[in-house]
C-alpha cells in the first residue's frame, strides 16, 4: 500500500527491479490495487488471505526510523519485508521479518521469497515467535510523546548510559533527530547515495 510514489528511499526503483523476478501487487495512490485507508485492519485482513508477504518499505532510509506500518502487519500471518534504516533487531522479534536491504539485490530477495513459498515448514517459521510474544498495540504518536517524560524520570547514569534512545553523543534527541541523523536511497546503479 503506497500514497508517495517516488518517496527519497528509493523504493519504488527496489520493487521495479524485485518485479522483474516476483510478482508484485500494488495498491493505492501509486498503484491499479485499491483498499482504502479508511477500511483499516480489512485491508490487512485481505491481504493475509491473499498474500504470504507485505512490503514495508519506508519513504526515507534514515538511521533509528521506522514507522508504525511495520508494527500493524505483526498482528496478521504474513512476512514483513522491511526497506528502512532502522534496527529491526531491536525491536521486533528474531525470525519474524526479512529485511530488503541484508540482500545484495532485489533478485537476491526475490530468490528467497520464491524458496520460501514453496517450503510451508520454512515459511511458517517466520511465525514461531508469535507463541513467546504479544504485539502490544499503542498508538506510535502515544508512545512518542512519553519519550520526554521517560528520559525525565532516569538519573545521570542511566540516561548517559541507555543504548535505546539515546547514547553519549547524543543528549539532544530533537538536535540528533533533525540534525544529526543520515539518510541513504536505494538506486539499481549505485545501490545507495546518502543525504542528510
Request: hydrophobic share 30%.
Amino acid at each position: 500500500m503506497v500514497s508517495h510514489c517516488h518517496a527519497p528511499s528509493g523504493r519504488h526503483e527496489y520493487v521495479e527491479e524485485l518485479a522483474r523476478y516476483i510478482d508484485v501487487d500494488i495498491y493505492g495512490e501509486c498503484g491499479p490495487f485499491k483498499c482504502p485507508r479508511s477500511e483499516g485492519s480489512h485491508c490487512y485482513e485481505y491481504f493475509e488471505k491473499k498474500y504470504r508477504y507485505y512490503l514495508s518499505f519506508e519513504n526515507s532510509i534514515c538511521n533509528d526510523y521506522f514507522t508504525e506500518k511495520l508494527l500493524n502487519l505483526l498482528n496478521y500471518t504474513i512476512i514483513p519485508i522491511v526497506l528502512g534504516g532502522g534496527n529491526y533487531s531491536y525491536v521486533l522479534p528474531n525470525h519474524s521479518y526479512i529485511d530488503a536491504l541484508s540482500f545484495k539485490s532485489p533478485r537476491d530477495l526475490a530468490m528467497l521469497l520464491l524458496s520460501l513459498s514453496a517450503d510451508e515448514r520454512r515459511y511458517n517459521s517466520y511465525f514461531e515467535w508469535k507463541s513467546r510474544f504479544t504485539v502490544n498495540n499503542n498508538d506510535y504518536r502515544t508512545l512518542s510523546c512519553q519519550i520526554c517524560p521517560k528520559l525525565k524520570q532516569l538519573t545521570q547514569n542511566e540516561f548517559l548510559s541507555s543504548n535505546v534512545l539515546c547514547n553519549r553523543r547524543h543528549k539532544d534527541l530533537d538536535n540528533w533527530w533533525y540534525n544529526e541523523g543520515w539518510c541513504k536511497s536505494w538506486s539499481p546503479w549505485n545501490r545507495f547515495k546518502f543525504w542528510s
